[in-house]
């Protein structure tokens, strides 16, 4: 299952993506049509075989290992039929 992720922490900001990054989590995806790749908004992940369920256990963990606060965390599964992006540029 696909699944795509946003959220608001209160620090650390980099070390929390590339934890996750590390459990397999994506900033972009790649394109179709006209965008090479697809550039997520800069708190926005997407996991292709994680359950919206197991990347809220995943964000928590990350939080609970870096001492840092979740404020706010959204997670659904992703719909590769359904959707509209902007490309973005690359980080």
Same mark, same amino acid.
């Given at each position: 299952m696909e699944s795509i992720i946003t959220y608001d922490i209160s620090e650390k900001h980099t070390e929390f993506k590339n934890e996750m990054k590390k459990l397999g989590?994506? #900033?972009r995806i790649k394109g179709i049509k006209n965008? &090479? !790749?697809i550039y997520f908004p800069n708190t926005t992940l997407y996991h292709a075989t994680k359950s919206p369920h197991n990347a809220n256990e995943d964000a928590l963990e990350i939080? *609970? =290992? /870096?001492n840092? =606060? /979740? &404020? *706010?965390?959204f997670? $659904? $599964? !992703?719909?590769? #039929?359904n959707w509209w992006a902007m490309c973005g540029d690359s980080f």
């Amino acid at each position: 299952m696909e699944s795509i992720i946003t959220y608001d922490i209160s620090e650390k900001h980099t070390e929390f993506k590339n934890e996750m990054k590390k459990l397999g989590y994506k #900033d972009r995806i790649k394109g179709i049509k006209n965008c &090479e !790749w697809i550039y997520f908004p800069n708190t926005t992940l997407y996991h292709a075989t994680k359950s919206p369920h197991n990347a809220n256990e995943d964000a928590l963990e990350i939080c *609970r =290992k /870096l001492n840092i =606060k /979740l &404020e *706010r965390y959204f997670s $659904t $599964t !992703w719909n590769r #039929d359904n959707w509209w992006a902007m490309c973005g540029d690359s980080f």
